[in-house]
Structures are given as structure tokens and as C-alpha cells.
């Protein structure tokens, strides 16, 4: 039987139309969605694989979230922070506890926290650490991903990201990742701060080497530097632990987070330390109109409950040994290697057979989403209420891709 797709490619068409080119999506046109699939504009039905780079943990509209939300829209959306609303504490406070930190300050997007992280950071440097004014230095990692901002392009080893949008945000350092003999060297007076990725998601789902993170957390305290952790993909849950970090018993002095946060419903995102760092900021210094707003805590506070059951992060310790032991079996039968930790992971397809574009559009046509990155890669970061019946069936497909 011929399937027929009469909506998709208007769609399709009328998306590249009125919009700029800073994307360059699948042919998949999606209008509703529940749990771990999705439904096309034609009504057909696709395992959702990639989650919103992490942003769907939780499935699509996950019952107690939207509830949280449609509650909260009845009542009060947006206050701005000129005023306190009743959502605020108990998404601060919560969100604190299960960061083990002292204080939390809410914004919007991932990229919008990392920037809070980056002033935060030179702020402490130079009031409590006592850089000399206009010299920090915050060092990076080679094949990082933190966001889109200016100041976070100058700092990115992808030309894609970087070139021409200089120019470039000065003060960052970068160093291989991994290498904390690299790291050690960079580390001057001047040095307030390493940001880093626990997991490198965008790279590919990149694990540093056992130790790694612990060394970065021994290094920054003995050279008074603060550890920033970017969990925006890594974090809420994805690689079994709360935190990427947990895997190694670290903890860093910032988490910044996001995506998962918002529940998939609105964008969340935040900043999480204790006093001594957060609390260098003053009123006018920092600040968003939308920034923990109360439609945002109300969602938020319900995701921080649903990590604190550990349903989620057990979920995703026990199938993501079913996702990578189906994965490893396809090592040498149209894959060269699996990387990643619970439900995520970064597979290389043989550049001989396919780019990771193509293995994605043709395992779309085979019902199931997934997205390249860097030439021959896939990413699969399923939502963690995938059942193990749908694991076991997105690797069939992707088997039947490679043959
Ligand atoms: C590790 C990491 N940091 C920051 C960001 C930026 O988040 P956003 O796209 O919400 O600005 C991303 C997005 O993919 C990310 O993976």
C-alpha cells in the first residue's frame, strides 16, 4: 500500500518559506504527541528518540505537568520579578534541596543560564576570590556546547557556531576535554572558573574518562576556581543519576540546568549554588522579565517532585543497559561505536554506508526520530517512559537501517 502524505510536504515547504535557515529539520511535520511518540500531520505515528535534546525526560505531555500547568493558567501566568508570586519559593527552595545547594536564580533558556553562570562566576572572581578588575579567565573544553549567545560562540570550537558572529567575547580559555594535565596548566591566577559539560551531548554523547570529573573537582579547589557544571542535557535524570556528576560522586559548585526542567511545556531554566557564590549578586545586576515565572516554577516545582521519587532516574539506569547492549551488537554490523550512560547515547555509523542525516531520514521512514550531529553521529536520547518493547523496536529499525 502507497502511504499517503499529502500535508507533510506543504508543510515542510511553507516551514522553510517564512522562516530563516538556522535549522535544517527532518521532513516530519509533528501535530500531537503522547508519552514516547508522536503523530505527523498525516497520522503517522513515530517513536520519539530524541526527546527534545533532552527536554521531554519526562514523555510528552506527562499527566501531573500539564496538570500543573493547566492549574496554573487558570490562576496566574506572569508576574515579572518586580513582584514575588506564590509559585517562587517552593520552586526555589525545592529545586535547591535537590541540588544540595543553597540558592537557586530561575531563567529561561539553557543558554540564558549559562550566561547567568559565566557573570556569576567573574563576579565572585573579582569580589571574593580578588581578581584584578577586567581579567578573568574561565576555562572551557574543546568540542564544548553551552549555547548561542555571542559571548557563548566565542568560546565554541565549532566553526558552524563561531564563524563570522565575532567579534568574540574575550576571558575564556579552552583545553582538550578529558585531559586534566591541560587543565592544571591553564589554571592561573586570573582563573575563576571551569565550565564544563559532564557529558558532552552535542559532541556526541562524549563520557570522559573515569576520574576526570572528580580531578576537575579536586583542581578547582585546591586552585580556588569555581566548577561549573553544565546538566542542561545531561541532568534531570537522563543518564540514571539526578546529575551526570552523581555517576562520580562530584559536585560541582554551580549546576546549571535546563531543558527537562521546564517539562517539556515551558522553556526553565536555572542556576544552582550556595550563598557565597550566588549571593554576589544585587538587585539591577542580572535579571530576566520571564525568569521564574509563575506558569514556569508551577510546571518546574512538579518535575523537581517527579525526580525526587527516583522513578525516572531508575527508568533510565535499567533500560539504558537494554539501549546499549543492543547498541554494542551492532558494533561492526553498520556501527563503529556506542558511547553514553543510561538512556542516551551517541552512536557512529560507518561513513561508508550512510551519514548520520541519512540513517536518521530513513529511520523517520521507518516511524522512528532521531538526529545527527558531526557528519557520521546519532544521538538517541529517548524520554525515560519509553518501555523496553519500544527500545528493543527503535534498534530493530536501526539494524534494518544499517543492512
Ligand atoms: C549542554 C548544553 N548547554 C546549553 C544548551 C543551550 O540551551 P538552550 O538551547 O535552551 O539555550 C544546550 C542545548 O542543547 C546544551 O546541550
Given amino acids: 500500500m502507497i502511504v499517503e502524505r499529502m500535508r507533510t510536504p506543504a508543510a515542510v515547504g511553507d516551514a522553510e518559506r517564512w522562516t530563516a535557515h538556522n535549522y535544517h529539520p527532518l521532513p516530519v511535520v509533528v501535530a500531537e504527541a503522547e508519552g514516547a511518540w508522536v503523530t505527523d500531520v498525516d497520522g503517522r505515528r513515530y517513536l520519539d528518540c530524541l526527546a527534545g535534546y533532552s527536554a521531554l525526560n519526562f514523555g510528552h505531555r506527562h499527566p501531573t505537568l500539564i496538570a500543573a500547568a493547566h492549574a496554573q493558567l487558570d490562576r496566574l501566568t506572569l508576574t515579572s520579578r518586580a513582584f514575588v508570586h506564590d509559585q517562587f519559593a517552593t520552586f526555589c527552595r525545592e529545586l535547591a534541596e535537590l541540588c544540595g545547594k543553597d540558592l ?94 559532564p557529558i558532552q551531548g552535542e559532541q556526541g554523547v562524549v563520557v570522559p574518562p573515569a576520574g576526570y570529573l572528580p580531578g576537575v573537582r579536586d583542581l578547582c579547589t ?72 509563575p506558569l514556569a516554577c508551577a510546571v518546574a516545582t512538579e518535575v523537581v517532585r517527579l525526580l525526587r521519587t527516583g522513578e525516572f532516574q531508575r527508568r533510565s539506569t535499567e533500560l539504558g543497559v537494554r539501549l546499549h547492549t543492543g547498541l554494542r551488537s ?45 557528519g557520521s553521529t546519532i544521538r538517541l536520547a529517548p524520554p525515560l517512559v519509553v518501555e523496553a518493547a519500544e527500545i528493543d523496536h527503535a534498534i530493530a529499525q536501526l539494524a534494518a537501517v544499517l543492512h
Fill in 104 to 197: 537557586v536564580l530561575p531563567m529561561n533558556t539553557g543558554a540564558e543560564a549559562v550566561e547567568t553562570a559565566i557573570k556569576v562566576a567573574r563576579k565572585w572572581g573579582y569580589q571574593v576570590k580578588g581578581v584584578p578588575d577586567g581579567q578573568a579567565t574561565i576555562i572551557v573544553a574543546d568540542g564544548n556546547f553551552h549555547g548561542r549567545t555571542t559571548t557563548i560562540v566565542s568560546f565554541s570550537t565549532d566553526s558552524d557556531a563561531r564563524d563570522d558572529f565575532g567579534p568574540y567575547t574575550p576571558g575564556f580559555r579552552i583545553v582538550p576535554y578529558g585531559d586534566l594535565a591541560a587543565l592544571a596548566d591553564a589554571i592561573d591566577d586570573t582563573t575563576v572558573a571551569v565550565l564544563i559539560e
Fill in 222 to 293: 585546591q586552585r580556588d576556581v569555581l566548577f561549573i557544571a553544565d546538566e542542561i542535557q545531561s541532568g534531570l535524570g537522563r543518564t540514571g543519576e539526578t546529575f551526570a556528576c552523581d555517576h562520580e560522586g562530584v559536585r560541582p559548585d554551580m549546576y546549571v540546568l535546563g531543558k527537562a526542567l521546564g517539562g517539556g511545556i515551558v522553556p526553565v531554566s536555572a542556576v544552582a549554588a550556595d550563598r557565597n557564590v550566588l549571593g554576589v549578586l544585587r538587585p539591577g545586576q542580572h535579571g530576566s522579565t520571564f525568569g521564574g515565572n
Fill in 330 to 374: 551492532l558494533v561492526g554490523e553498520g556501527l563503529v561505536a556506542v558511547r553514553g550512560r543510561g538512556l542516551w547515547a551517541g552512536v557512529d555509523i560507518d561513513p561508508a554506508l550512510m551519514t548520520g542525516r541519512q540513517a536518521c531520514e530513513r529511520l523517520a521512514e521507518r516511524g522512528v526520530l532521531a538526529k545527527d550531529t558531526h
